[in-house]
């Protein structure tokens, strides 16, 4: 059985970024980076069902300039088999980014793709419903629970009203969510080992640009002084002096 992994490069989501003085993108000066907290949730849980079953095979895959091999090889540090690194420096949205995913899936012939439900740097949360529309797989999203049999998955979503238990038959898309497990410290042994294990490089297989554009980046207003107020009556008149109420 074979699982392939997407992840995302993105900024540690635990840094401060500001926008550059025009507006035209990000200062990332001094920022760290690492994979999409979500991608990371979804290998730890294909290493988990690889411990389980050792016929699994994972492959973890990323599209995007040179820096990706650092998160590729942190991913084969966690467990991954090997690892796909997909060529380029263009501008990226999920519509790309799924197609080049779906070139990958239609070569290796995954039997499950397990990906973040969602990208930190800018929470879209479309790549993998579009990549499960594509493919015409079912998908899961939002997974907090996986148990994978012969021939389908048993996956617990997180919805608002409750959890649902859906089976979906192979081949098939799940998409990970914040309580499907807790990843692994990943010991030095792991990363060593992980340097002698195989990297494929490949170009882009598809043309489109993105239809969606960034036009300017600005830092959130910062927030004004609270105050503390004694009682309801006086809130109450701090609110009208606002015009928050009338
Ligand atoms: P998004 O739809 O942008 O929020 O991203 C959802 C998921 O798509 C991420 O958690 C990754 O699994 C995958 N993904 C997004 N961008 C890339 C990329 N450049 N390379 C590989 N996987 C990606």
Redesign the pocket.
């Known amino acids: 059985m074979k699982i392939l992994v997407?992840?995302?490069r993105v900024i540690d989501p635990y840094a401060k970024v500001k926008p550059l003085a025009d507006g035209t993108g990000l200062d990332l000066g001094n920022v760290k980076f690492d994979i999409?907290p979500?991608?990371e949730i979804?290998v730890e849980e294909a290493v988990r069902q690889k411990e389980k079953n050792s016929e699994i095979q994972i492959i973890a895959?990323?599209?995007?300039g040179a820096e990706v091999e650092e998160q590729l090889r942190k991913a084969l540090a966690m467990g991954a088999d090997e690892a796909i690194h997909v060529e380029t420096t263009d501008q990226?949205d999920?519509s790309i980014?799924a197609k080049e995913?779906q070139a990958v899936t239609e070569e290796i012939q995954p039997d499950i793709i397990l990906?973040?439900?969602?990208?930190t740097d800018?929470?879209?949360?479309?790549?993998?419903q579009i990549l499960a529309a594509r493919l015409g797989w079912p998908q899961a999203t939002f997974a907090s629970h996986v148990e994978l049999g012969d021939k389908s998955a048993t996956v617990t979503r997180e919805t608002d009203t409750g959890e649902e238990t859906i089976l979906l038959p192979y081949p098939c898309l799940i998409t990970t969510d914040l309580r499907l497990n807790e990843p692994r410290f990943i010991p030095l042994p792991g990363i060593i080992k992980a340097r002698s294990k195989p990297l494929h490089k490949r170009e882009r297989q598809t043309t489109d640009t993105p239809r969606v554009a960034v036009l300017d980046y600005v830092a959130p207003a910062g927030r004004s002084g609270g105050k503390k107020v004694g009682s309801v009556d006086e809130l109450i008149t701090e609110l009208k002096a606002k015009g928050v109420v009338s």
């Open positions: 997407p992840i995302k999409n979500f991608d979804a895959v990323s599209i995007g990226l999920p980014v995913l990906m973040g439900k969602q990208a800018n929470d879209n949360n479309q790549t993998g």
